[in-house]
């Protein structure tokens, strides 16, 4: 995680002033961190992802989302940017500033980013009570780490390392790996 750009301001403040910024910013208990841009394969995994997830939700209540779109979990105070996420939830289809609701969350790894993706923001995320599933991507290990959670609350991990389908239960769909990582040499 990023230092600080500004301290103290509330969830309302955040939401106007990230408004009038060019770059993105997430926010977290009263404190704005700035965004750091993404290397090439990111944006490649991040697109894949999307593009599976759009085709196989097509004619259904559900939409994914790509980075551009904040989430906000009111019980952590934060409002976070994932890679992709989808969203059922007919209450998010109205607000154009977050979703609010998501099923499913994917972060894709960065060097930057990965302790903070694994811990603090995943705890955030798991106050979340729509939240059903949370996909890690690891580029470099070709991985998908699909964290599920169970009718007890728990949450189990899933690993998906080569020529496999990557399920999406929560949304009763398959990406095969292959589609995943498309284009990464």
């Not at 004619?59 to 994914?64: E, I, S």
Request: proline share 3%.
């Amino acid at each position: 995680m990023q230092t600080a750009l500004q301290q103290h301001l509330t969830a309302e403040d955040y939401l106007a002033w990230e408004e009038t910024q060019v770059e993105k910013h997430e926010f977290v208990a009263g404190e704005v961190f700035a965004m750091v841009g993404a290397r090439q394969d990111h944006v490649v995994v991040c697109g894949n992802i999307f593009a599976g997830l759009k085709q196989r939700l097509r004619g259904t209540p559900c939409r994914p989302y790509v980075a551009d779109l904040k989430l906000k979990v009111e019980a952590a105070d934060a409002f976070f940017y994932p890679d992709v996420m989808v969203s059922c939830h007919p209450g998010d289809l109205s607000n154009q500033q977050y979703i609010s609701n998501p099923l499913l969350v994917v972060e894709v790894l960065s060097e930057s980013t990965a302790a903070y993706d694994r811990g603090g923001k995943f705890a955030a995320y798991r106050k979340l009570d729509s939240l059903k599933e949370y996909l890690i991507v690891d580029i470099e290990a070709r991985r998908v780490e699909c964290f599920r959670r169970t009718a007890d609350n728990d949450w189990l991990l899933h690993d998906y390392v080569g020529d496999v389908d990557c399920l999406l239960s929560s949304l009763g769909i398959r990406i095969p790996m292959s589609e995943i990582f498309e284009d990464i040499a």
